[in-house]
T-cell receptor
Framework: DAGVTQSPTHLIKTRGQHVTLRCSPISGHKSVSWYQQVLGQGPQFIFQ???????GRGNFPDRFSARQFPNYSSELNVNALLLGDSALYLC???????????FGPGTRLTVL | AQSVAQPEDQVNVAEGNPLTVKCTYSVSGNPYLFWYVQYPNRGLQFLLKYITGDNLVKGSYGFEAEFNKSQTSFHLKKPSALVSDSALYFC???????????FGGGTRLMVKP
């Protein structure tokens, strides 16, 4: 089985622009979470979706939004990009219960 | 609010020697604890987890972790380090609802030949 996949791998944007990041979970996983990892820090939780419903939200501004589709893939959208949004954005999927989250390779976003 | 502390930014160990990467946590209720490893320009790879049961948890690549409830610690250990173990290690705690992982700041492990 393929692992969690994310696209694109790298992205360069300028301040004020909008970006959409995509994630496909492991087959059979219905829960998808998004994390932001700024260089030199641990990942910070942004969102969790389960069965297309938002189940958790971290301490991020409303410029950040996400959604989950019927096939359980997910998009993370960030509006009005700031320099501080430059980071590695990680997607993780989980089967549910007490199972661990499996992470994708991430999308590295650079905001100039 | 839950939190994780990894007090060492970097741990240096010689190949073949035992290694320990420290982690302490704070959470209300029962802790769900995880260790992940990150190689350069890669996502996080799951190593092991503690949900309940034995305090010594065995995971991937020969790693194990010891849960200590009284000290609120979950230290990662390996009896004999390999150069290929050199990477960034993250400890994380999950809330009871399973909605989010809270990560520590990470510890860079350097294993020298």
């Amino acid at each position: 089985d393929a692992g969690v996949t994310q696209s694109p791998t790298h992205l360069i944007k300028t301040r004020g622009q909008h970006v959409t990041l995509r994630c496909s979970p492991i087959s059979g996983h219905k829960s998808v979470s998004w994390y932001q990892q700024v260089l030199g820090q641990g990942p910070q939780f942004i969102f969790q979706y389960y069965e297309k419903e938002e189940r958790g939200r971290g301490n991020f501004p409303d410029r950040f939004s996400a959604r989950q589709f019927p096939n359980y893939s997910s998009e993370l959208n960030v509006n009005a990009l700031l320099l501080g949004d430059s980071a590695l954005y990680l997607c993780a999927s989980r089967q549910g219960g007490n199972n661990e989250q499996f992470f994708g390779p991430g999308t590295r976003l650079t905001v100039l | 609010a839950q939190s994780v502390a990894q007090p060492e930014d970097q741990v240096n160990v010689a190949e073949g020697n035992p290694l320990t990467v420290k982690c302490t946590y704070s959470v209300s209720g029962n802790p769900y604890l995880f260790w992940y490893v990150q190689y350069p320009n890669r996502g996080l790879q799951f190593l092991l987890k503690y949900i309940t049961g034995d305090n010594l948890v065995k995971g991937s690549y020969g790693f194990e972790a010891e849960f200590n409830k009284s000290q609120t610690s979950f230290h990662l250990k390996k009896p004999s380090a390999l150069v290929s173990d050199s990477a960034l290690y993250f400890c994380a705690v999950r809330d009871g609802a399973g909605n989010m992982l809270t990560f520590g700041g990470g510890t860079r492990l350097m294993v020298k030949p």
